[in-house]
């Protein structure tokens, strides 16, 4: 079974950058949809960022763009979440997804079914 799990959250200020990190492992799929979700306490998660980690085109919302990029790591299994000129606003849990399906066309509306446990980023002013 796919396992997802981040790293890379922390404390930083703002305008500052970090990355977050995804780990695929146990069966992975040499082609996927893989999104980086937010989440505040008490709201829903909401998708930020797409990969098809095979053609590598890529989704945004509009309030990251030109801020955060999604891209796929050198290394084997490997999704990042790049953040720059961070804001307070963005001090939430971050969360990545995968979604398996064959041949499926990647969006934030697929209904993505492995989760990781997700990792804290809080920012200060």
């Known amino acids: 079974q796919l396992k997802l799990v981040e790293s890379g959250g922390g404390s930083a200020q703002a305008g500052v950058s970090l990355r977050l990190s995804c780990v695929a492992s146990?069966?992975?799929?040499?082609?996927?949809?893989v999104a980086w979700f937010y989440q505040l306490p008490g709201k829903e998660r909401e998708a930020l960022a797409v990969?098809?980690?095979?053609?590598?085109?890529?989704q945004y919302v509009v309030f990251v763009e030109g801020r955060f990029s999604i891209k796929r790591a050198d290394a084997k299994n490997t999704i990042y979440l790049e953040m720059n000129t961070l804001k307070p606003e963005d001090t939430a849990t971050y969360v990545c997804?995968?979604?398996?399906?064959?041949?499926?066309?990647?969006?934030?509306?697929?209904?993505?079914?492995?989760w990781g446990q997700g990792t804290q980023v809080t920012v200060t002013s």
């Open positions: 997804a995968a979604h398996t399906g064959p041949r499926a066309r990647c969006s934030a509306r697929l209904g993505f079914t492995h």
């Open positions: 146990g069966f992975v799929p040499s082609r996927m949809c």
């Open positions: 990969i098809d980690t095979g053609t590598l085109n890529t």
